[in-house]
Nanobody
């Protein structure tokens, strides 16, 4: 059974930083591409960033230069360092293996950026 546990969200002022973590179990973490998604109220879930098993990263244009995705395969953990946060980054952030064959999602972690 796949389990995904996100943490690290919170309330921060615009321009601030947060660091998210995702611990995954029930998958061969080191072999999987992993991704961070977010969903803002009233909007569809969107892919923020992804990282391959070997560490190749990809970012959505709206976070390039501000967010950094990383992983520690020994700890089955993925991270998202978010700097220069903007009010439009407010959303629930989720991690998932890619592709998400089993439609597996954790509970997410809320990020709120005040202006």
């Amino acid at each position: 059974q796949v389990q995904l546990v996100e943490s690290g969200g919170g309330l921060v002022q615009a321009g601030g930083s947060l660091s998210l973590s995702c611990v995954a179990s029930g998958i061969i973490f080191s072999a999987r591409i992993m991704g961070w998604y977010r969903q803002a109220p009233g909007k569809q879930r969107e892919l923020v960033a992804s990282i391959s098993s070997g560490g190749t990263t990809n970012y959505a244009d709206f976070v390039k230069g501000r967010f950094t995705i990383s992983r520690d395969n020994a700890k089955n953990t993925m991270y998202l360092q978010m700097n220069g946060l903007k009010p439009e980054d407010t959303a629930v952030y989720y991690c998932t293996p890619l592709p998400n064959w089993g439609d597996n999602w954790g509970q997410g972690t809320q990020v709120t950026v005040s202006s």
